[in-house]
């Protein structure tokens, strides 16, 4: 069951680095089923009985980001031909992904009444996405990349008198962080080398690619939560889930460009240098860390069950998400995996940096509704609508750093054809509001004191954002014995 759950998850979505929605339809703040492992563990003890549930959850995502052509100044004549070459760099850039996120869970009471131990396998946080036409007009804030974090969860609460119930819960955090980008040179050429413009910053003759090949990490977190239940009607829920600090590891590797000759075909004095270093168009391997931290978050809920068939619950979270001020980047290439270079430690140097990229995010907020009624004795039907604000400054969005205000229309349908068991079905889909960006925090410019700090110091992410997002879950949910809300 977990090979197949690791089998599945290829990154969750291009439009956001939070899944709030951790089992779907099922998952709650206030659930007593198996997603309680995440959303509060204290849950598990109300639920009682023996449960499980399983969903994969296909999802299709797309982002369309149409740049604005960045101001590099007047067009220059820089291959020496007596020509000005203008340029555009913008333009609409779409990325997109189609993955599977799953959620495995199982819980007991053992039956010991008040008792509650569960597990489960969940994908909280997940971004990626790939440029349909590569290299596109973000390419240097994102070519390709997959990012997610699995949390295998072992949770445990109990219910004192029907009253009140206590949870504690502990993860292992696997995170892996693989991205593709492309990355501009001249900042770095033209200290060994004069006369370059700022036009030639994304000239596709001085820009290389860097690889992260799944940098990963591997952290332990835990999390505890409180459950009241005055009456067997209502259920009020608060749990807190600590944050996390990553640093991820692995081989990167880095092919660069070559500059172009002059216009007479004579050797340009850039392309004599980079060749002079051995790196005209050379493949450079190394190692890469990237770190940054995930965010602590207190969920709530409050549930009400007029009668045995409706259950209804107003929920919704904060999330510290201040704590991802930067992605911490860097990169160690070394002389001696250097070949054909007069100057090997120069060439290891200039693909050897260690530097920041800015996120800037905000701590935000999340409301919703959830409501489900058993229709038939054999059928439950519900939905849902959730808000979710964005965490990201305006002037800091890029397609790798892509966040929006959200609203989350979902519908669920589950059939029970034996006693204790349902399959469910649920579509979502999640409407991002549209952003326009005109002073983005970032820039790349020759000029010294025109220039922005090394966190921002990126090629500017001026324009128009949009996306959609279209989730379809699949589910397998079983209860045996008293209580639960999976039946």
Request: proline residues 5%.
């Amino acid at each position: 069951m977990l090979l197949l759950a690791l089998s599945l998850i290829n990154g969750a979505q291009a439009g956001g680095l939070d899944l709030l929605e951790v089992g779907g339809s099922w998952g709650t703040p206030g659930a007593t089923n198996p997603t309680a492992a995440w959303w509060n563990p204290a849950g598990i003890a109300v639920g009682g009985g023996t449960q499980f549930l399983i969903e994969g959850a296909p999802t299709f995502a797309t982002i369309e980001f149409d740049r604005t052509n960045p101001d590099y100044g007047p067009a220059a004549d820089i291959d020496g031909d007596g020509v000005v070459d203008e340029y555009n760099y913008g333009g609409l850039d779409t990325l997109k992904t189609t993955a599977a996120v799953p959620f495995f869970g199982v819980s007991s009471d053992f039956g010991v009444d008040g008792l509650g131990i569960g597990a489960a396998l969940a994908v909280p946080v997940a971004r990626g996405g790939t440029e349909e036409s590569i290299p596109g007009t973000g390419a240097f804030h994102l070519r390709d990349g997959n990012i997610q974090a699995i949390n295998l969860i072992l949770a445990g609460g109990y219910h004192i008198a029907d009253k009140v119930a206590f949870g504690v819960s502990g993860s292992v955090v696997d995170s892996s962080w693989s991205a593709v980008t492309s990355v501009e040179t001249v900042s770095t050429l033209s200290e060994l080398i004069p006369d370059f413009h700022d036009q030639q910053f994304e000239d596709p003759n001085y820009t290389s690619v860097l690889d992260f090949q799944t940098l990963r990490d591997r952290k332990m977190t835990m999390g505890a939560g409180v459950y009241i239940t005055p009456s067997d009607k209502v259920g009020i829920s608060l749990a807190f889930k600590k944050g996390v600090k990553l640093v991820h590891e692995g081989d990167i590797s880095l092919q660069l460009g070559c500059p172009p000759e002059n216009a007479d075909g004579s050797p340009s004095l850039p392309r004599l240098g980079v060749e002079i270093l051995g790196l005209c168009n050379a493949k450079l391997k190394g190692t890469g860390e990237v770190g940054y931290s995930l965010p602590s978050r207190i969920n709530s809920g409050i549930v009400f069950t007029p009668n045995d068939k409706v259950r209804l619950e107003a929920m919704g979270g904060w999330v510290g998400w201040s704590v991802f001020t930067d992605y911490d980047i860097r990169t160690t290439v070394k002389p001696e995996d250097i070949e054909d270079s007069a100057n090997p430690k120069q060439a290891a140097d200039l693909g050897s940096q260690e530097r920041q990229w800015a996120r800037d995010n905000k701590n935000t907020l999340w409301l919703g509704v959830d409501g489900k009624v058993q229709a038939h004795e054999l059928v439950l039907v519900g939905g849902r609508v959730l808000f979710d604000k964005s965490a990201i400054p305006t002037e800091n969005l890029s397609t790798n750093n892509f966040d929006t205000n959200l609203l989350a229309l979902s519908g669920v349908v589950a059939v029970g054809p034996f006693a204790g068991m349902s399959i469910g079905t649920s579509f979502e889909q999640q409407i991002l509001s549209s952003r326009t960006v005109t002073d983005s925090a970032y820039g790349v410019n020759l000029d010294p004191d025109l220039a922005k700090p090394d966190r921002y110091f990126y090629p500017s992410a001026n324009g128009d954002y949009s996306g959609s997002i279209t989730r379809i879950g699949i589910s397998v949910m079983g209860s045996f014995g008293a209580g639960g809300d999976v039946e």
